[in-house]
C-alpha cells in the first residue's frame, strides 16, 4: 500500500515536444506529491509539487495534473528542451518526512 | 543560502567495516531524512531526524543508524558492511515550505559509497 508506481521507465521526446511522465498511487493518506529531477552524479533536485485540493499547478514549462479519485498524478513538461534531459522522479508522503518515490523516469530530449 | 553539503562525496570500504557518512543542512532547517538509492531498489528511505530525535523509520536493518546533533547535523553509520550496500547515500533537508505548510525536502549530492 505503500508504492507509487511511474511510467514510463524512459521517454524520447523531440525538442519542442511535451514530455508526460505519469504515477499512481494506493495509499490514501498520502497527501503531499512532490516531483523531483536527477542529473547524473547529482543529488534529486525538486522541481514542482501539488496537494490532492488542486487538480492542477503550473511552474512555468512545468506542470502536475492531478486525479484524486484515479489516484493519479503526472508530471507535464511543455516545450521540452535538451536541457531537460534527466530522470525524473515522482513521490509521495503523509505526515512527516517519509517520501516514498517512484521508480524513475530517464528522459531523452532529441534535437 | 548554502544548500545540503555531503561528506565524503566518495568511499570505498571492504566488507565487515564500517561507515559514517555526514551531512549539514540547510542553514535553519531543522529536518534531516537518509536514503539510499541504487539502480535496483530505487530511492527508498532510510530514516528521519528532527531536533535530535529519529521521528520515522524506514524497513532496514538495524547496522543502518543515524544521530542528529543540536546544530541540525546528521549522521548515519552503517556497520557490518555488505557488498548490497553499495549505493548513494542522500541526505535531504526539510524547513519551513510552500506547499501548503509541508515541508520540501532538498537534498545534497550524496556520499557514494563502494562495498568490496
Known amino acids: 500500500q505503500q508504492q507509487v508506481k511511474q511510467s514510463p521507465q524512459s521517454l524520447i521526446v523531440q525538442k519542442g515536444g511535451i514530455s508526460i511522465i505519469n504515477c499512481a498511487y494506493e495509499?490514501?493518506?498520502?497527501?503531499?506529491f512532490p516531483w523531483y529531477q536527477q542529473f547524473p552524479g547529482k543529488g534529486p533536485a525538486l522541481l514542482i509539487a501539488?496537494?490532492?485540493?488542486?487538480s492542477e499547478k503550473k511552474e512555468g514549462r512545468f506542470t502536475i495534473s492531478f486525479n484524486k479519485s484515479a489516484k493519479q498524478f503526472s508530471l507535464h513538461i511543455m516545450d521540452s528542451q535538451p536541457g531537460d534531459s534527466a530522470t525524473y522522479f515522482c513521490?509521495?508522503?503523509?505526515?512527516?518526512?517519509?517520501?516514498?518515490f517512484g521508480t524513475g523516469t530517464r528522459l531523452t530530449i532529441i534535437p | 543560502k548554502a544548500g545540503v553539503t555531503q561528506t565524503p562525496r566518495y568511499l570505498i570500504k571492504t566488507r565487515g567495516q564500517q561507515v559514517t557518512l555526514s551531512c549539514s543542512p540547510i542553514?535553519?532547517?531543522?529536518?534531516v531524512s537518509w536514503y539510499q538509492q541504487t539502480p535496483g531498489q530505487g530511492l527508498q528511505f532510510l530514516f528521519e531526524?528532527?531536533?535530535?530525535?529519529?521521528?520515522n523509520k524506514g524497513n532496514f536493518p538495524g547496522r543502518f543508524s543515524g544521530r542528529q546533533f543540536s546544530n541540525s547535523r546528521s549522521e548515519m553509520n552503517v556497520s557490518t558492511l555488505e557488498l548490497g550496500d553499495s549505493a548513494l547515500y542522500l541526505c535531504?533537508?526539510?524547513?519551513?515550505?510552500?506547499?501548503?505548510?509541508?515541508?520540501?525536502?532538498?537534498f545534497g549530492p550524496g556520499t557514494r559509497l563502494t562495498v568490496l
Open positions: 535531504a533537508s526539510s524547513g519551513r515550505g510552500t506547499y501548503g505548510g509541508y515541508n520540501e525536502q532538498f
Open positions: 495509499n490514501t493518506a498520502f497527501d503531499y
Open positions: 501539488i496537494r490532492p485540493d488542486v
Open positions: 513521490a509521495a508522503s503523509g505526515f512527516g518526512g517519509k517520501l516514498t
Open positions: 542553514s535553519g532547517h531543522r529536518s
Open positions: 531526524y528532527f531536533s535530535e530525535t529519529q521521528r
